[in-house]
């Protein structure tokens, strides 16, 4: 299966196209843990994960912000003690994009080498 960690994000812009049904019944699958949430009516990728404590949470925070900048796709971060909330969407289209998938896989595949 090809894996989504090995794909580059895209440069989006108002005219990219969002993820179809049947793009998401595809994807999602490959990130499992990941929730499919709406807020203000758009869908968008959450998940939490748990840490030691709030040094390691803000490690991971900062690993994922590292990657934001080099694919140039961000997330929302969220860092309390033990634990981050890691939310992916694509505001310029204010949907999910391919994109997204990519980013959470790859966050997955961050957090499961720093674990
Ligand atoms: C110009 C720049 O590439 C864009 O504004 C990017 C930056 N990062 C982004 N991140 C996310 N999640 N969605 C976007 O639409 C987005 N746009």
């Excluded at 994960?49 to 490690?59: D, R, S, T």
């Excluded at 896989?105 to 720093?114: G, L």
Aim: charged share 20%; net charge negative.
């Amino acid at each position: 299966m090809a894996t989504l960690t090995q794909e580059k994000c895209s440069a989006c812009n108002k005219q990219s196209q969002p993820a179809n049904a049947e793009e998401i019944a595809e994807l999602k699958p490959q990130i499992p843990e990941w929730n499919l949430i709406e807020v203000e009516g758009e869908p968008r990728l959450q998940r939490t994960y748990a840490f030691k404590n709030f040094k390691e949470a803000l490690a991971f925070t900062n690993q994922i912000g590292h990657l934001a900048e080099a694919e140039g796709h961000h997330p929302a971060l969220l860092t309390e003690w033990g634990k981050v909330t890691v939310t992916w969407w694509t505001h310029t289209i204010s949907a999910l994009h391919r994109n997204d998938f990519i980013m959470a896989a790859k966050t997955d595949e961050i957090a499961s080498s720093a674990n």
